[in-house]
């Protein structure tokens, strides 16, 4: 019996013991149930679904950008991305090994790219490399097995059809920088391509549409094998510009050896019919790999080509500022079409003798002569009555000093100095001296070509200042529906019809009476009207002939004129780099334009008669990269005198 007792008691403790072990087994799994499912429950789920799952952007076609006349500007034609999933990879150093040996890639590159998606989930897809060739994404597709954290993308580069022209009009696509996916986070992650600079920066919304994204299944060797859901993109609008090719193409070829800027534009409306900055690049470039060295051409290239030099350079306006000028002085009275001064050469003013471009004189001339000839003994004298603070009212009446509100962005103010801002900024008074030279347009007035247009456009419109643009239209790919440009003109000032008639007058005799400063560039057919400038750059004491100067020093080139004679069509402003005298470098430009616009025969030929010579230090560099290189000429013979400054037409 005793025996039975004990088997009995050891029995029940076995049982106790075997029920407590259970009892921990069922509160650990339940433990380790709750920590999974419900704790951790996101993340597994996460993982799960991305070990079967792939997320894959769809870009949505990005607008086609128009002439005013349909010739397709820029583009899109199929390409093809590397992407990286980092959730696949077993070992991340490894699989950029591997890519860097694929498709030769530099590996700080893929190191960067790879570290710009270190604040992003594992899953989401790193874009390597795009527009790979054929033969790379053969490469990468036959690794497929060894490598399922590699996937092939189709998507969209742009394609600029025109090369190099209007290419700081357009601007170009690239990815999205650093501070511009920390500015918008929820709309650019790295990768992302976006607009930058040109038309493409400013209708970024508008050109962009909405990328859609497919959720597909993938095998253990990352293939697809199905396709879980999707959502379509938005194609981007399609968008009409006011650019007419044709013009374009006209000033391209101008500049084509060049350096400077022209503008055409509709008076009426402000709309741009040609924009062009010189010299140039393709904005092709930055829908494919770019190296290295084609970067560094680019930015170390001393002429800038990235620089929209309508817009964002500003020059004294030299004697194209006269127009202005004599309008305001009729207009208050400083002077009347029959006020006459006369020029001997020079004339002195606070005791510092002011040269006239014509050393021998021009004699006795009224407003209209002294505009035709380019006068600046007349102007000396008309800036002297008028005093800097009056100038600088009638510069910022015709818009300079300001932006005229172009729809491209970056545009420059420019300057119209005067006695305040002399004081606020030089920490200076303002020396009278300095009027008379800001009267013919030198000194510190800084204008830029656009505002030049856009100043003649509202002289010849008696006041009302159009707004410059280049958006005409746009529509929707899907819907048809089309939006077009309100244009906005500005009532800025009242100018009375018989100074405008007066001032078209004078500059009608400019191109087409002999004596007119542009009257090589008369226009057969259409009555052309203009004002020729030039631009000192450096004193001219300092040599003996102004042709055998150094390029850097040569004088700047001007011309702005408007056609016809009554009604004018269009505007121009053409501003030349070192291109010496606006009526040889400037006026045949804008001669050009004028005939391309109302079609009638281009004379020939249309080249300056002198080119200025390539400047040592620029020419190597430009001409590797196929950028425009000065060309050799020969000097001209123009000999100021050493003790009067010297001023240009």
């Not at 890519?99 to 790193?126: M, S």
């Not at 800038?304 to 127009?323: D, E, T």
Request: proline letters at 7%; glycine letters at 8%.
């Amino acid at each position: 019996m005793a025996r039975s007792s004990e088997d009995r008691e050891s029995f029940h403790r076995m049982i106790e013991v075997a029920f407590i072990a259970a009892a921990f087994s069922f509160a650990a799994m339940a433990t380790a149930y709750w920590y999974t499912q419900i704790v951790r429950g996101d993340y597994y789920f996460r993982l799960s679904e991305n070990n079967r799952l792939r997320s894959v952007a769809v870009t949505a076609a990005r607008g086609v950008i128009y002439d005013r006349r349909g010739v397709a500007l820029a583009e899109n034609e199929p390409s093809y991305t590397l992407y990286l999933y980092r959730r696949e990879t077993k070992n991340l150093s490894a699989s950029i090994d591997t890519a860097v040996a694929l498709l030769g890639l530099p590996r700080e590159d893929v190191e960067r790219r790879v570290a710009r998606y270190r604040t992003y989930f594992d899953f989401v897809p790193i874009a390597l490399a795009e527009n790979l060739s054929i033969g790379e994404v053969a490469a990468i597709e036959a690794r497929g097995a060894e490598h399922p954290e590699f996937a092939v993308g189709v998507g969209q580069r742009r394609l600029y059809t025109k090369s190099s022209a209007a290419a700081q009009t357009l601007g170009y696509l690239s990815e999205a920088t650093p501070n511009q996916i920390a500015a918008q986070p929820d709309r650019y992650r790295p990768g992302v391509s976006v607009g930058q600079r040109g038309v493409e920066s400013a209708y970024q919304d508008l050109l962009a549409g909405r990328d859609g994204e497919r959720r597909i299944i993938v095998d253990s060797f990352g293939h697809e094998t199905a396709e879980e859901s999707r959502v379509d993109p938005v194609p981007g609008r399609n968008l009409t510009l006011t650019i007419d090719q044709r013009l374009q193409d006209v000033a391209e070829r101008y500049f084509r050896d060049r350096v400077g800027s022209a503008v055409a534009m509709d008076p009426k409306t402000g709309q741009i019919l040609a924009l062009v900055s010189a010299p140039s690049y393709d904005p092709n470039l930055f829908s494919r790999r770019m190296t290295g060295a084609e970067w560094a051409t680019l930015v170390d290239n001393p002429f800038r080509p990235l620089q929209n030099r309508a817009i964002q350079n500003v020059y004294s306006p030299g004697s194209a500022f006269k127009v202005f000028l004599a309008a305001e002085g009729l207009a208050g009275g400083y002077v009347t079409p029959d006020t006459k001064v006369f020029c001997p050469g020079y004339a002195t003013f606070y005791g510092r003798a002011f040269k006239c471009h014509k050393k021998e004189g021009h004699g006795w001339v009224n407003l209209r002569e002294a505009i035709r000839g380019s006068c600046d003994v007349y102007f000396y004298t008309l800036g002297k009555k008028m005093g800097i603070e009056k100038i600088a009212e009638a510069a910022r009446a015709f818009g300079f000093g300001q932006p005229t509100g172009l729809d491209l962005p970056n545009e420059k103010s420019g300057l119209v100095p005067s006695e305040e801002w002399s004081a606020k900024v030089r920490k200076a008074h303002w020396y009278p001296s300095e009027t008379i030279s800001v009267a013919i347009g030198q000194g510190p007035l800084l204008v830029s070509s656009v505002q030049l247009a856009r100043g003649l456009a509202g002289l010849v419109n008696g006041g009302r200042f159009p707004r410059p643009h280049l958006f005409l239209s746009a529509q929707d790919p899907q819907s048809g529906a089309r939006f077009e440009y309100v244009d906005e003109v500005e009532p800025r000032m009242k100018i009375d019809p018989s100074i405008v008639e007066q001032i078209e007058d004078a500059m009608w005799a400019v191109v087409n009476e002999p004596g007119g400063t542009a009257y090589l560039s008369k226009l057969a057919g259409i009555e052309l009207c203009g004002k020729t400038g030039s631009v000192q750059v450096v004193a001219q004491k300092d040599t003996k002939k102004e042709g055998s100067l150094p390029f850097e020093k040569r004088d700047h080139a001007w011309f702005i004129g408007f056609a016809p004679k009554r009604d004018p069509k269009i505007v121009v402003a053409v501003f030349v780099e070192h291109g010496q005298h606006g009526a040889s470098a400037a006026a045949p430009l804008a001669r050009d334009l004028v005939a391309t616009y109302f079609g009638v025969p281009v004379p020939h030929p249309a080249e300056p008669p002198e080119a200025p010579p390539a400047p040592a230090t620029i020419a190597a560099a430009p001409a590797a990269a196929g950028f425009p290189v000065r060309q050799a000429a020969a000097p001209e013979a123009r000999v100021p005198p050493p003790s009067i400054p010297e001023r240009r037409r």
